[in-house]
């Protein structure tokens, strides 16, 4: 039998444990200051090499785990000891992401217990400094996404004077399945809805414990795009949440007058979830492995009025006074579309499928364009992309407007990223896609450079840094004081009888009529009347 030797074996062993982790476990640069002190224990970050103060993995909760899937968010148990903040946590469970797609930013690590946040703050952070606080909530459809994704790092913004916090919440069935035992169970008589819960729970930790990181808990701003941005509006409303944020940036997404689900709707999504994984009841539910959910064939879940976390549409809640009233930069992309408007070939097609979508108001939204157009592709996506995401973040700029007093700032993102050339992506054409859905995220959360991490998809340009610059600024401004201007930049407060925005673009930031809103006040008439 082959033997080691006595020496030989201790330096295997060193190296297997080295090799298993024990090296990631050295924080080389800690904290000067550290330990922090927070609501369930002390926890040490590390600096990064920019100087900024990194507080990655923090627990904010505890696992959502057996008996706690499907039940709010718990607090986390105190901890002795010093809690080494020095690494990302794993993604709430979601499918894995292909290296060869347009965002992709490395592989993660997935796990049902993922209730964590990541905090970066500028070097001379203190506490007592009351800095202004940027909470990030990431989109993804509520199916995927992560505070760990490098396009949404907080390194940079940090260096800009604010402390940034990326708040994780659950996705998918773990985070918005509803079910009648669920409902049966709880203290609300209602289920669902649990990734609202984790968000508004962060927010609570974020009001206990960020002035221990040098920011102002009575100055956070929450800011989302997509999904994320529909929680925004979402939290809004939600008395959940109210007195945990003060402004909201919201980027591409609302639930006012569009994208959520009557209660009904979701819970019977539940319910064919169940029949799908061939259990007897809830607890069985609970005994199935999380990756399973994953593979349900045709059954989503999403934003429910579930009469507890959102107590009524959010349309009505808004009409109602039910609402959180603070200032709102709020905006869309050129070429984002979400119904079927845009993959029209011609314009007798896109007729009947107006015709389709919007019935007797059909012809009369038409009316306002150009059909016969010489570039039929951009007059399609323009009709598509203002009778869905632009008419759901205007219908969010009514409602704020009407009924609150806090300001509103309307933008439309209209830069086309400079493509690397023959770069190509399976899921992205960077001849056709424009100013996509996301398209923003980099310039305003000042993250370029992240598009870049393992091969050249882009080829920024000096005018490109400079739109960062505005935009990331605009960003900081609103954090800081609730008004976006900075620089120069003249964005007026949105009126809904001078209806106008800024355009970001390469050439120019400037304010413009909000294009075609005439037709978007139809489609609103139209969401009202239902």
């Known amino acids: 039998m082959f033997r080691l030797s006595k020496i030989a074996a201790t330096a295997l062993a060193a190296t297997i ?26 926890i040490a970050g590390k600096m990064l090499d920019s100087g900024v103060k990194a507080y990655f993995g923090v627990p904010f909760a505890a696992p959502p785990l057996r008996e706690l899937r499907w039940q709010p968010p718990q607090p986390h148990a105190e901890w002795e000891g010093v809690y080494n903040a020095d690494r990302f946590a794993p993604e709430c469970m979601q499918t894995l992401r292909n290296s060869d797609i347009n965002h992709y930013f490395g592989e993660e690590s997935l796990s049902e217990d993922c209730l964590y946040l990541n905090i970066w703050a500028p070097e001379d952070a ?21 505070t760990n994704m490098a396009n949404y790092s907080g390194e940079q913004l940090a260096q800009r004077g604010v402390v940034y916090v990326a708040l994780s919440y659950r996705l998918g069935a773990m985070g918005f399945m509803a079910h009648p035992e669920l409902a049966a169970e709880s203290e609300t008589g209602t289920s669902g809805n649990y990734g609202l819960m984790d968000q508004a729970f962060g927010l609570q930790w974020i009001q206990d414990n960020i002035e221990a990181f040098g920011g102002d808990a009575g100055n956070v701003t929450i800011v989302g795009q997509s999904a994320g941005s529909m929680s925004l509006s ?24 569009s994208f959520s689900s009557p209660y009904e709707q979701v819970e019977a999504a539940g319910v064919r979830a169940q029949e799908q994984l061939e259990a007897t009841d809830i607890n069985e539910m609970r005994a199935v492995s999380a990756d399973k959910f994953l593979d349900l064939d045709g059954v989503r879940f999403g934003i429910a009025i579930d009469g507890h976390v959102l107590p009524e549409p959010a349309w009505t809640a ?24 845009a993959g ?3 314009a007798d097609e896109l007729r009947t499928r107006a015709q389709d979508m919007f019935g007797d108001d059909a012809e009369e939204i038409l009316a306002f364009y150009d059909l016969e157009a010489g570039d039929f592709r951009r007059t399609a996506v323009d009709i598509s992309r203002d009778t869905s995401m632009a008419s759901a ?28 050339e023959g770069v190509t992506f399976a899921d992205h054409d960077p001849a056709t896609v424009g100013a996509y859905h996301t398209v923003e995220v980099p310039y305003f959360l000042d993250t370029l450079d992240s598009l870049n991490m393992f091969r050249q998809t882009r080829t920024w340009t000096d005018a490109d840094l400079q739109l960062r610059d505005r935009s990331a600024g605009a960003l900081v401004a609103f954090a800081q004081s609730g008004d ?3 620089d120069g930049l003249d964005w007026p407060v949105y009126a809904p009888d001078n209806e106008r925005l800024v355009e970001f673009d390469i050439d120019t930031v400037d304010t413009i009529e909000w294009p075609n809103h005439q037709a978007m006040q139809i489609v609103h008439e139209q969401r009202i009347s239902q």
């Open 17 to 42: 444990v080295l090799a298993t982790g024990a090296q990631a476990q050295i924080v080389k640069t800690p904290i000067p200051g550290d330990p922090v002190e927070t609501g369930s224990g002390q």
């Open 126 to 146: 203190e506490p007592g400094d009351d800095l202004p606080v940027v909470v990030w909530i990431y989109g993804g459809g509520f199916t995927v996404g992560s």
């Open 234 to 257: 979402a939290l809004q409303v939600s008395p959940l949440a109210d007195g945990l944020f003060h402004k909201i940036f919201g980027m591409s997404g609302s639930i006012v007058n």
């Open 318 to 341: 808004f009409q109602n006074g039910n609402f959180t009233d603070v200032p709102l930069v709020i905006g869309y992309t050129k070429d984002e579309t979400f119904n079927g408007l």
């Open 344 to 346: 029209a070939q011609n």
């Open 393 to 420: 973040v205007r219908d969010w700029a009514i409602a704020q407007t009407t009924h609150g007093d806090s300001p509103v700032y309307a933008y439309i993102f209209s830069r086309t990223q400079p493509y690397a």
């Open 484 to 486: 976006p201007n900075v």
